[in-house]
């Protein structure tokens, strides 16, 4: 079992859609939570981050965090075109060397349809 | 532009030759990661730097990759002897770390990455 666990998709929704992405975890050490959004052949762009469990909202995004079901997710209001990406779920925790290295899931393609 | 940059942005070479990529990091930044992510799936850990010192490597960087990351500023990331399996492209980030309460939150800013294809 993965560390991360994230549904690769395809998922494919008309625009103006309320969009659910999420990610489970195994590791219990996991304390900051993010969101990156990867367009195809370009490095990952921070959307979201969340510390320790609860939610946070930017705009037509939503992330929560429920640490105690050891699960994350992304909410997309009015979904648009421009949307249509690669959305990667990311979470750390600081090693013994002091890195906070991410732990990424698989990362779900969207694409939103006009 | 004062994001992350790399160079190459694309790196074909032939199995066995050695290959050297550079990360230019925020400038104020003072930690830099590398990642390694192939076709469909999320990048993966390689190495860390805080300022100039290499303090953590995963068990995926073989004896035939080495990092440097000289005066704490940019860094090179160095494969020898490529084999087609390192085909991939190779991310790096930087994030800003301060040392005092409440913790960072750890904002890794990543470039656009270097695509390299062993033939």
């Known amino acids: 079992q993965k560390e991360v666990e994230q549904d690769p998709g395809p998922l494919s929704v008309p625009e103006g859609a309320i969009v659910s992405l999420n990610c489970t975890y195994s590791?219990?050490?996991?304390?900051?939570f993010m969101w990156y959004r990867q367009y195809s052949r370009k490095g990952p762009e921070l959307l979201m981050y969340t510390y320790s469990s609860g939610n946070k909202e930017d705009g037509r995004f939503t992330a929560q965090v429920d640490k105690s079901s050891k699960y994350i997710s992304l909410f997309i209001r009015d979904s648009q075109p421009s949307d249509s990406a690669t959305y990667l779920c990311a979470m750390s925790a600081k090693s013994g060397a002091g890195s906070y290295q991410l732990t990424f899931g698989k990362g779900t393609k969207l694409s939103v349809i006009p | 532009d004062t994001g992350v940059s790399q160079d190459p942005r694309h790196k074909i070479t032939k199995r066995g030759q050695n290959v050297t990529f550079r990360c230019d990091p925020i400038s104020e930044h003072n930690r830099l990661y590398w990642y390694r992510q192939t076709l469909g799936q999320g990048p993966e850990f390689l190495t860390y730097?805080?300022?100039?010192?290499?303090?953590?490597k995963s068990r995926l960087l073989s004896d035939r990759f080495s990092a440097e990351r000289p005066k704490g500023s940019f860094s090179t990331l160095e494969i020898q002897r490529t084999e087609q399996g390192d085909s991939a492209m190779y991310l790096c980030?930087?994030?800003?770390?301060?040392?005092?309460?409440?913790?960072?939150?750890?904002?890794?800013?990543f470039g656009p990455g270097t695509r390299l294809t062993v033939l």
């Open positions: 590791n219990s050490a996991f304390q900051y």
């Open positions: 980030a930087s994030s800003l770390a301060v040392f005092w309460e409440p913790p960072t939150p750890n904002e890794q800013f």
């Open positions: 730097f805080q300022n100039e010192a290499q303090l953590e």
